[in-house]
């Protein structure tokens, strides 16, 4: 059959038709008047969709760069750090700390696992400068406690800064970000935004912005404060990856739309959707006899999968791109070939997720060369969703 090229992976993620449109249109220069009005709208935007009043901040990089930049400007060298790592994102906080100097101090998790709250209270001390973590660890699946760790660390008072990678967290998973005390959250252009990779955004907060006038750390392009007070004037420091404001722009008018003029119910709509789509994947994935690489905690954003005993899940993944041109994602590092990922976080509907269920029987009958229930994972997603909107229908009356 006729194959469409579709991405199923945890960023980038499908592109929202209107953004491209818009990405395509523009032309602005980013020193005038009709730009600084988008650029400004898109940041008042921008804080409803993340959910807080602190100052929010759009730059011109991939997600990484605003990781960095909250290592950079809220540090110095020799502060001591605390890093909660459970897969390859939370690594890469392990890295970035250690690159600007700080003494890192790391607790972790298995791989498909999150932290025992206890084990974190106990790593809390008064020196802790800082605290890094995810909100999903888009390399196995799982979903962390942020409001759980929020609290342990709100408890150590205003010295321990609140860190967190939301990158494939925001726009799935609820965050109440000023209640809760989160000083740092960071998201991505790639992930539920649905649009191309190149933004990173990040909301800080008073505690974080204070830290930045006495940390000592070299930072230049990923200068908070240099941002924060250019953004007060509608502009950006240095050139604005301005096509992607404008898609920027059109996607947080989708997620308006969802939310029927609300930008704050249309991200609630947008979160509910991932979960859903989440929701009918395990039931599918569960109804094929696979298992699920972080079972007891989840995410919104994406499912991973074990491959079945025997099966590298290479060949899983292989196979959609070749029958299907469905582009499912391996394991990182020392997680490949085991598992298969596959994302639902921003554009994808109950087509896109029965879709790929559909698709999963006969990849699986493929690789593993044995017979396969046709249907039953779709069976098994169907009824997820037909209980889930009967319960919507019954909320609603
Ligand atoms: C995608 C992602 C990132 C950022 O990766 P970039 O390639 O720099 O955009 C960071 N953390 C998590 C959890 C992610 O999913």
Redesign the pocket.
């Known amino acids: 059959m006729l194959r469409k090229n579709r991405l199923f992976t945890?960023?980038p993620t499908p592109i929202l038709p209107a953004a491209q449109t818009a990405m395509a249109s523009f032309s602005l220069h980013h020193r005038t008047a009709d730009f600084r009005a988008l650029f400004s709208r898109v940041l008042a935007d921008m804080k409803e969709f993340i959910g807080t009043r602190n100052d929010v901040l759009v730059l011109a990089?991939?997600?990484?760069?605003v990781?960095e930049g909250s290592v950079s400007n809220l540090t110095s060298p020799g502060d001591k750090v605390l890093v909660l790592t459970a897969?390859k994102?939370g690594e890469?906080w392990c890295d970035l700390a250690k690159a600007f100097g700080c003494a890192v101090e790391v607790l972790s998790a298995p791989y498909g696992e999150t932290f025992s709250l206890e084990d974190v209270r106990q790593k809390l001390t008064p020196e802790i400068r800082a605290v890094y973590l995810?909100?999903?660890?888009?390399?196995t699946g799982a979903r962390h406690d942020v409001k759980g760790l929020a609290r342990l660390v709100r408890a150590q008072g205003d010295n321990t800064l609140l860190v967190v990678?939301?990158?494939?967290?925001l726009g799935t998973t609820h965050f109440d970000v000023d209640g809760w005390g989160i000083d740092v959250i960071?998201g991505?252009s790639?992930?539920a935004l649905m649009i191309p990779?190149g933004l990173?955004y990040c909301a800080v907060s008073e505690r974080a912005w204070a830290r930045m006038e006495t940390a000592k750390s070299p930072r230049y392009y990923f200068d908070f404060r240099k941002e924060r007070k250019a953004a007060a004037k509608g502009e950006s420091a240095f050139t604005p990856a301005t096509s992607l404001f404008a898609a920027l722009g059109a996607a947080l008018d989708f997620v308006r739309q969802m939310g029927n003029g609300d930008l704050v119910a249309g991200r609630e709509a947008l979160i509910n959707n991932a979960e859903l789509a989440a929701e009918m994947t395990r039931a599918g994935a569960a109804a094929l006899g696979l298992k699920l690489f972080s079972p007891a905690c989840p995410a919104a954003?994406l499912t991973a999968i074990h491959a079945p005993a025997g099966i590298d899940s290479g060949a899983i993944v292989k196979e959609f791109r070749e029958t299907f041109a469905a582009v499912v994602a391996n394991g990182q590092g020392e997680m490949k070939g085991k598992l298969f990922r596959i994302a639902h976080l921003g554009f994808y509907d109950y087509l896109d997720t029965i879709g790929i269920l559909a698709a999963l029987e006969l990849v699986l009958a493929t690789v593993t060369g044995k017979p396969v229930e046709y249907g039953a994972a779709v069976r098994a997603a169907q009824e997820v969703y037909a209980r889930t909107a009967a319960a919507h229908v019954m909320g609603a009356r």
């Open positions: 945890p960023g990089s991939s997600g990484t760069g990781m897969g994102f890469r995810q909100a999903t660890e888009s390399s990678d939301a990158i494939t967290g960071i991505g790639q992930k990779p990173a954003a």
